[in-house]
């Protein structure tokens, strides 16, 4: 029972102590009426308004919902029916003193106490050398945040120098608050953009900026976020929100390119998933007429490819001496007229691929007479009658034009393939004025607003952008979307089935790691993958390849395939007999999501410091010690298969040092890739911070882990073997390559080494580098380690003269035979890197351990011996682990 309301008192003092009694005693409502007659008795209003709200406790503890808070609003409501009381009420005299106390209150103080404040006491009308002090006040207390709110509620940002103020900012990882501080002011976006590009410079140092905020004591974390590869990301955001020319971020431009051109490399020669023709094209374009990227370009073709590709291409940029690689010059010299200019690799096409590719992957089943490519409206017209007929069933893909590197807007459809029964229709965008026709606009609409005709895509979000940026009439008068089943949450749906029950018949869960999304589906439902070789097409350039043409046709073919095998026996992939009605309710959990979001940014529009929820994290007071977690048997680290968010990507090398499948993500990926990988291959994901509300919720219970950000990656590393119960043995530490992560090696003596270098003219008449110690491989701390460039090897090993161990690493051993002899490839496609293999080595390593996946070379090093001593608690240690050859 609430104890008899005393009388209010009309001395501010007295009243503060009530309202505090009632409102540590939760009377809400008895302190509304108390409040509400406490002001009614106040002699002067807006004066004893002030002496409350100054001995409030609370006020300044960063909440909204705070005592000081409360006052405010009942003061607002009270103030309605009192409209008199306002600052024109009071002497001319006092005036200044109400003002100056108010602005005192805004210190530390929420958005939410910010503007009723400033309109009871009509902050913005101060003489503004007052407010420019104040401002400077916050600003010396490291209350930039509040600064920056008061500049812009009081429009004051122009007046303020917008380094002083955004700088910070960004520094205590507060980046959105100075994005919203400089919108509206395209000078302010400007500068604070080109700002962020210099610090994207190789030879910025973030302790030059702590150098100039002394004051300002940040932390690992938030050091860590201003760094090139986090800060590029952010800086063609911007560019693109505000419209910035890119001219003037020629930092994150270079990186971007940079960071492209060696994904082409990746893509071409270590993963093998771009023809020669398509990589060609891709590199000119992305090196462009940038000199240094042109020299980094022949730096990774003489890592990758051979020296006489690298000194074509230096010939075609014509490159200077002193800044080739070694041997480029000497290579150049000695080129026959005939072999100076970068081949393409073109050759003639026929229709049928090649033999071997027509038992790899899954073949289009009709002949070429049944693909059409339509150019012209009248073109058109046999497919309007064939598509739009009610009751059919039609795939839809689309192509663009990938941007490597390059800054340009949303990319537009170049092609759209329509899938029916024994016919495929390419519409060619391209074709001058062959989109914007007026049949054009309408067949397009009219197929994705007709309900009878089910169109069968797989993950449309991103089909469906691209489709609205190609036709902005589109965005307009709104592209009504019906009869749509997206195949990609039913694939999701498989994925989740096969893992809750050991994978249903006929579906290989997990098997094929090379191949993720619509040919992982491909393979699971029609026992073949797709052919991925033109994905990354030219596909603006016109005539399109014929090998372009069956590629764009079987993308889209294979989707009534999939869905004629699926609707046959949904049960044995673990599917409701209604397919749609999983589209329908991922739909519906969208839409929920969105309101969600919604209305959370609405709320952060009206407060935007409330607190979230913490995020559980496996820190030291939840991580299980070794035997609490007993009902969880113990694992080898090779039953343990996780996918690392980019933020804990030191996390990911010391598991994968440790034998655990681990995938990683790039900088530039987004956080929902975690969760796809994590469905299609069954895997764990690893994730710190927020993403991990918005990842658990996508993946099974117990599917998502969340990590302290502030630990060590070693400690992190500790805690998830805990976790999962995982016992590693010394014959797991290397037992995967820390490049690609495969877990398959040819151990190669040092006597077929040595043959292997001489013939490739390694070891003629030049000495390569000397071996490169310990400390210039790996940082003396794994936690800070990056990975070093593909020349540098890794040490997997242990030194064979410490006696203890001998090192026989948990993995599968590829024989000999399986390296071809000519070429040095794998038959996976990875070329032996020998070029990375220094000379002076020779004498002292007897046995050279080589990646089946990528050509990498590993040897014997201290390194073993290290990882060792730092994992010893979780490590099972044994001494007589046989030797494997």
């Not at 503890?61 to 405010?72: C, E, F, Q, S």
């Not at 994968?656 to 990926?669: E, S």
Request: contains cysteine; neutral net charge; proline residues 7%.
């Amino acid at each position: 029972m609430s104890q008899a309301l005393q009388p209010v008192g009309a001395d501010p003092t007295v009243l503060r102590e009530q309202l505090f009694d009632l409102w540590t005693r939760k009377e809400l409502e008895a302190l509304r009426a108390a409040a509400s007659k406490g002001f009614s008795n106040f002699q002067r209003p807006l004066e004893d308004l002030l002496c409350v709200l100054e001995g409030c406790p609370g006020r300044q503890k960063g909440k909204a919902n705070t005592m000081g808070h409360g006052i405010l609003m009942e003061f607002g409501n009270w103030r309605r029916s009192n409209p008199k009381v306002t600052l024109q009420s009071v002497p001319e005299a006092s005036k200044l003193g109400l003002q100056r106390r108010a602005l005192s209150l805004l210190t530390d103080a929420q958005p939410t106490f910010m503007d009723p404040l400033i309109n009871i006491y009509q902050l913005g009308t101060l003489d503004r050398n007052i407010l420019r002090l104040h401002i400077s006040r916050l600003q010396s207390l490291n209350c930039y945040r509040e600064a920056a709110l008061l500049s812009m509620k009081l429009e004051f940002q122009k007046e303020v120098d917008m380094e002083e103020m955004c700088v910070p900012l960004i520094l205590q990882d507060k980046l959105p608050i100075a994005e919203s501080y400089v919108s509206g002011h395209p000078e302010m976006e400007e500068h604070m953009v080109t700002l962020l590009d210099s610090w994207c410079h190789p030879n910025f140092s973030v302790e030059q900026l702590c150098r100039q905020f002394p004051r300002l004591s940040l932390s690992k974390h938030q050091k860590d976020q201003i760094q090139p590869k986090m800060l590029s990301k952010q800086v063609f955001r911007l560019m693109e929100k505000f419209n910035i020319n890119p001219g003037l971020c020629p930092n994150a431009v270079y990186k971007r390119r940079s960071d492209s051109l060696r994904f082409l490399m990746y893509k071409r020669f270590v993963e093998k998933g771009m023809t020669e023709e398509n990589w060609y094209d891709h590199v000119q374009s992305t090196v462009a007429d940038d000199p240094e990227l042109q020299i980094q370009l022949v730096e990774l073709v003489v890592r990758y490819d051979s020296l006489v590709n690298a000194a074509q291409w230096s010939i075609r940029y014509g490159l200077p001496k002193d800044r080739l690689p070694f041997r480029v010059w000497n290579t150049m010299q000695s080129l026959p007229p005939s072999l100076r200019e970068v081949g393409k690799g073109c050759s003639a096409e026929t229709w049928d691929p090649p033999k071997s590719h027509q038992d790899r992957f899954y073949q289009l089943p009709i002949t070429r007479e049944h693909v059409h490519l339509l150019k012209t409206p009248e073109e058109l017209q046999c497919c309007i009658k064939t598509v739009l007929q009610p009751g059919s069933v039609v795939g839809v893909d689309m192509e663009w034009q990938a941007r490597f590197g390059a800054v340009s807007p949303q990319q537009q459809v170049s092609l759209i393939q329509l899938a029916v029964s024994g016919q495929v229709f390419l519409l060619d965008l391209c074709t001058p004025g062959f989109s914007q026709h007026v049949d054009m606009v309408a067949f397009i609409r009219g197929l994705f607003s007709d309900p009878t005709v089910l169109k069968l895509g797989y993950g449309m979000a991103g089909d469906l952008k691209c489709l609205l940026a190609t036709w902005p009439q589109f965005s307009k008068e709104s592209l009504k979307i019906e009869g749509l089943l997206d195949l990609l949450p039913v694939h999701q749906k498989i994925q989740r089935s096969a893992s809750s029950r050991g994978g249903p018949r006929g579906v290989l869960v997990g098997e094929g790691p090379a191949e993720k999304g619509l040919s992982l589906l491909v393979q699971q439902v029609l026992g073949r993958p797709l052919d991925k070789m033109e994905q990354l097409s030219n596909w603006e350039r016109r005539p399109l390849r014929t090998s372009q043409l069956r590629y764009a046709a079987v993308d889209a073919y294979c989707l009534l395939d999939i869905y004629s095998a699926l609707s046959q026996d949904p049960a044995c992939f673990g599917l409701p007999p209604d397919l749609r009605s999983i589209s329908a309710v991922q739909t519906e959990k969208k839409k929920k999501e969105e309101r969600r979001k919604q209305t959370k940014r609405r709320g952060e529009h009206q407060d935007d410091s409330k607190a979230s929820a913490p995020t559980p994290t496996l820190g030291p007071e939840k991580s299980p010690h070794r035997g609490v977690d007993s009902q969880c048997p113990p694992v080898s680290p090779q039953q343990l298969r996780v996918v690392c968010d980019n933020m804990l990507q030191g996390l990911g090398r010391y598991l994968r040092c440790l034998g655990v499948d681990v995938l990683m993500l790039a900088n530039d990926d987004d956080h929902r890739v975690a969760a796809q990988l994590a469905q299609e291959e069954g895997r764990v994901i690893l994730t710190c911070g927020q993403p991990y509300q918005t990842l658990k919720s996508q993946v099974g219970e117990g599917r998502c882990i969340a990590l302290d950000c502030s630990e060590k990656a070693r400690d992190q590393a500790v805690r998830v073997l805990r976790h999962f119960n995982v016992q590693p043995t010394q014959s797991d530490i290397f037992s995967r390559c820390q490049v690609c992560n495969s877990n398959q090696y040819l151990k190669l003596p040092r006597e077929d080494m040595t043959r292997m270098l001489k013939e490739k003219g390694f070891l003629q008449n030049h000495q390569q580098p000397p071996v490169p110690s310990d400390g210039d491989i790996w940082d003396e701390q794994l936690d800070t380690l990056t990975l070093p460039t593909l020349s540098t090897p890794l040490s997997p090993t242990p030194l064979l003269a410490q006696g203890a161990l001998r090192y026989s690493p948990h993995c599968r051993w590829a024989p000999l035979s399986d390296l071809d002899p000519e070429s040095l490839t794998f038959p996976g496609g990875a070329v032996l890197q020998l070029h990375t293999v220094p000379s002076g080595l020779l004498p002292r390593i007897p046995f050279f351990f080589i990646c089946t996946g990528c050509g990498k070379v590993f040897w014997e090093g201290s390194h073993f011996s290290r990882v060792l001593s730092q994992f010893q608690e979780v490590l099972c240690i044994t001494r007589n682990t046989e030797e494997t050859s």
